[in-house]
Each structure stands twice: as structure tokens, then as C-alpha cells.
């Protein structure tokens, strides 16, 4: 299994940008999807969340924002990031719990990245 993340890049503040993450491999089944991200000297920290039901969670501090979503269909997860902030400038990484074949626990994949620059 494969998390692919894209749509990272530079931008300046108040302006936007729309994240995207595809699951691809032997993937039976995807529970609850997310996007974490982690600034330089930080940890990372868990910025959305969406369920298998399409429910959805956020920091506090991009509630209003950030909008997170999903298409089960191609097995992708979104990012919509709006009013960008200096602050949001980061590594954004997206996670999904997964089922695959052969097994019948879901366990948690993550993928590589994409950095996200606001500039102020």
C-alpha cells in the first residue's frame, strides 16, 4: 500500500491551496483518513480528520479555513486550505487506517509529504 500527496507549494498569505493524498495497492477497505503536518522545531501535530461516514474533525486553529474531504471511490483524500497563514507553513502529511487482503485488522499508512510555504 501507497499514500501519494501532492498539491504542496508556495503561496502567499491569504491565498489557497488543495492538497490531495490517493491510497493505491491491496486495499480492501479505508476507515478514517487524515492530514497531519509538522513545522520546523515542532512536532507534528494532527490537523483533520474525516471517517469512513464522512464526518469530520479540525484543529482549532484551522477551523473555518481548512476543509477536509474524501472520494472513496478513487481511494483520495482532500485538503482545501484557504486563508492561508504564515503559521500553516509546514510539511503535510496524510495518514488513512487500511484494510488490506489477507488480513482482517486495519493498520495505519502513511505518506511521504509535500511542503506547504506561506509567505507573510
Known amino acids: 500500500v501507497q499514500l501519494q500527496a501532492s498539491g504542496g507549494g508556495l503561496v502567499q498569505a491569504g491565498g489557497s491551496l488543495r492538497l490531495s493524498c490517493v491510497a493505491s495497492g491491496n486495499i480492501r477497505n479505508i476507515n478514517a483518513m487524515a492530514w497531519y503536518r509538522q513545522a520546523p522545531g515542532k512536532q507534528r501535530e494532527l490537523v483533520a480528520t474525516i471517517s469512513s461516514g464522512s464526518t469530520t474533525d479540525y484543529t482549532d486553529s484551522v477551523k473555518g479555513r481548512f476543509t477536509i474531504s474524501r472520494d472513496n471511490a478513487k481511494n483520495t483524500v482532500y485538503l482545501q486550505m484557504n486563508s492561508l497563514k504564515f503559521e500553516d507553513t509546514a510539511v503535510y502529511y496524510c495518514?488513512?487506517?487500511?484494510?488490506?487482503?489477507?488480513?482482517?485488522?486495519?493498520?495505519?499508512?502513511w505518506g511521504q509529504g509535500t511542503q506547504v510555504t506561506v509567505s507573510s
Open positions: 495518514s488513512a487506517q487500511i484494510l488490506i487482503w489477507r488480513r482482517n485488522y486495519y493498520s495505519d499508512y
